[in-house]
């Protein structure tokens, strides 16, 4: 590449759309013909010049809590957070869990 700034460019392209595409790195980059690691580090610079992802703002959305006897059976869930980890259940945990889980986020 000519120079820093269209990498960096190349890079932040890149990092948006490996975050908006659901996939791991590791599957991205070899959708893309990319070295994981060189994903990963400019993952990581963004990261650092945004600040952590607890300090960006929060979006909240409206949700009602139901029974557990009134959810019906789904498809796999997917939680994935603004760092990129992704935690992936083939079934539904319980609620009780999740929302320990959710608590105990800094």
């Not at 059976?73 to 929302?99: D, H």
């Amino acid at each position: 590449m000519a120079n820093e700034q269209e990498r960096e460019s190349f890079w932040q392209v890149h990092v948006a759309t490996w975050r908006g595409s659901g996939e791991t790195q590791r599957a991205y980059c070899l959708r893309h013909g990319l070295k994981c690691h060189s994903l990963s580090y400019w993952h990581q610079r963004q990261i650092h010049r945004e600040g952590s992802p607890a300090a960006r703002p929060l979006t909240l959305v409206p949700a009602s809590i139901l029974p557990e006897a009134a959810l019906t059976p789904m498809g796999p869930l997917s939680l994935i957070t603004p760092n990129g980890w992704r935690l992936e259940f083939v079934a539904l945990p319980s609620t009780t869990w999740l929302n320990e889980l959710w608590c105990k986020q800094p």
